[in-house]
């Protein structure tokens, strides 16, 4: 019998409607447009309006429309990981909520918190779910709500980020198509640099942690910027030297959608022309966890069966990896 190996069969996403523009940015904080695109290549973001919504409110979307795509009932998915770092609540855990609100009465769920990586952690992890065999359908969900956690007064935060989220199903390939390698990597040292600094059980929420603006993105910028072109490059580059690969031979490098500036270092090491290169940053900003599934849905169409394709991710942790698919249909 041949080994089983974990392909992606189905992907989808979902923005939400209301787009907050660099020129509305203009109006909130000393900023400009200019300054925004020439350092981030951001023109807008979508943003999750509306009394009582949250994250799995995104994703409820994404899954209803993999199971209409895919044919297969809610009874059918075995399994649910969710990647986020805006849970509906600390606990209990949005996987199992959007498995409520999407009748998934036969999975099992869970979340995956490795901030802007947890997509490819969620993505590997799935993938021995269903390489052992026991497994036959497992979604893996990627979703932010960043706006419920951005300083709208803080400049140099708010411009970056997005609400957003993306899926897709993995199910069984006799054919050797599918998740092929991955290299996934921490260093926890990285927690200084980027971090929200109260309301976990280090510093439990409290009327001074909210009037010190503590429950918000903290980022060092800069440093974590040259720790994410570093970090994404090489591992992108060991990935493709550790499978023989050459520029010629991936179809496609889907990064995380941070910054295009380490979009295009990573995009440079590998020696890949932008036209390889999926990138809707300009659309959507960094939408955390929901940056990759939502480029897989917006290149759909254009995917060939046998495709090589990069994932790449860098984020806070730090936390940072590469996976290799080739893709299944
Ligand atoms: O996905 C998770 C991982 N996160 C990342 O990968 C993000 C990594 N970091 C970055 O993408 C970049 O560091 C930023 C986009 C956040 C900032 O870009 P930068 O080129 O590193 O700018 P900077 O922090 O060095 O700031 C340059 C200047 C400063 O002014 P001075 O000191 O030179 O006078 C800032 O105060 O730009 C100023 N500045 C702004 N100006 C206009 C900072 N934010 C803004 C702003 N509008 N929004």
Redesign the pocket.
Known sequence: MNKISAAITCVSGYVPEYRLTNKVLETM????DE??KS??GIEERRILKGEGLGSSDMAVHVVNDILKKRGIKAEEIDCLVCATVTPDRIFPATGNIICGKTGLVNAFSYDIEA??SGFLFSLTTATALVESGRYKKVLVIGVDKMSSIVDYSD???C??FGDGAGGVLLEPNEEGLGIQDSILKTDGSGERF?NMKAGGSVKPPSVESVMAKEHYIF?E??T??KF?VKGMADVSYELMQKNNLTADDIAWLVP?Q??L??IDATANRMDLPKEKVMININKYG?T?NATIPLCLWEWEPRLKKGDNIILAA???GFTWGATLIKWAY
């Open positions: 904080v000393d900023t400009n300054w925004i350092r981030t901030a802007c400049r140099t935060t411009i970056l980027l980022q910028g800069q974590v910027f994410a995380h941070a910054n500036r380490i960094n955390t860098f984020g806070g």
